[in-house]
T-cell receptor
Framework: QKEVEQNSGPLSVPEGAIASLNCTYSDRVSQSFFWYRQYSGKSPELIMSIYSNGDKEDGRFTAQLNKASQYVSLLIRDSQPSDSATYLCAVNRGSQGGSEKLVFGKGMKLTVNP | DTGVSQDPRHKITKRGQNVTFRCDPISEHNRLYWYRQTLGQGPEFLTYFQNEAQLEKSRLLSDRFSAERPKGSFSTLEIQRTEQGDSAMYLC??????????????FGPGTRLTVL
């Protein structure tokens, strides 16, 4: 089992729709959870971080965390063509877990069609 | 520009040559990380520093790879005797360490290495 798994995708949604991206992780010690956006040929850009169970909203983005189910998701409301990118889920044990490295999933490619 | 910077942005080398990459973190950040990303994969952790100390290294980091952060500011990553399998994007990230959860890492633009 891979440490961080994302649906293989790709995901295609029409402009204005809600895009839903999912991620599961295997390490129960994980403390911090992140979503990065990566445009083709560019480096990852941090868009959301979440540390506690529940929802966290930032503009059109909502991250959801369920530690019991070891599940993280990202919802993008009112999707725009500029949201077309690969979305990377990353988890981190943190200092309490003894490691500061980020462990990434393979990424999910999202295409928003005008 | 106060973000993470990396130099060079692109490097083409022949197999067997040594290469060195530089990373300058966000100025107030005390942690610096190196990752490697190949096509279709997420970034893979290589190593990280807190100030000058190298605190964690991946098993992926063979003896041919060495990283330094001599004054706790910029860092260099050297690959000796490059192999074609070293071709990848090398990413640097930085963060500000504090107690508890957090540790948001911000990435630089990357150095794309091609080994011929």
């Amino acid at each position: 089992q891979k440490e961080v798994e994302q649906n293989s995708g790709p995901l295609s949604v029409p402009e204005g729709a809600i895009a839903s991206l999912n991620c599961t992780y295997s390490d129960r010690v994980s403390q911090s959870f992140f979503w990065y956006r990566q445009y083709s040929g560019k480096s990852p850009e941090l868009i959301m971080s979440i540390y506690s169970n529940g929802d966290k909203e930032d503009g059109r983005f909502t991250a959801q965390l369920n530690k019991a189910s070891q599940y993280v998701s990202l919802l993008i409301r009112d999707s725009q063509p500029s949201d077309s990118a690969t979305y990377l889920c990353a988890v981190n044990r943190g200092s309490q877990g003894g490691s500061e490295k980020l462990v990434f999933g393979k990424g999910m490619k999202l295409t928003v069609n005008p | 520009d106060t973000g993470v910077s990396q130099d060079p942005r692109h490097k083409i080398t022949k197999r067997g040559q040594n290469v060195t990459f530089r990373c300058d973190p966000i100025s107030e950040h005390n942690r610096l990380y190196w990752y490697r990303q190949t096509l279709g994969q997420g970034p893979e952790f290589l190593t990280y520093f807190q100030n000058e100390a190298q605190l964690e290294k991946s098993r992926l980091l063979s003896d041919r790879f060495s990283a330094e952060r001599p004054k706790g500011s910029f860092s260099t990553l050297e690959i000796q005797r490059t192999e074609q399998g070293d071709s990848a994007m090398y990413l640097c990230a930085s963060s500000l360490a504090f107690l508890g959860v957090g540790n948001e890492q911000f990435f630089g633009p990357g150095t794309r290495l091609t080994v011929l």
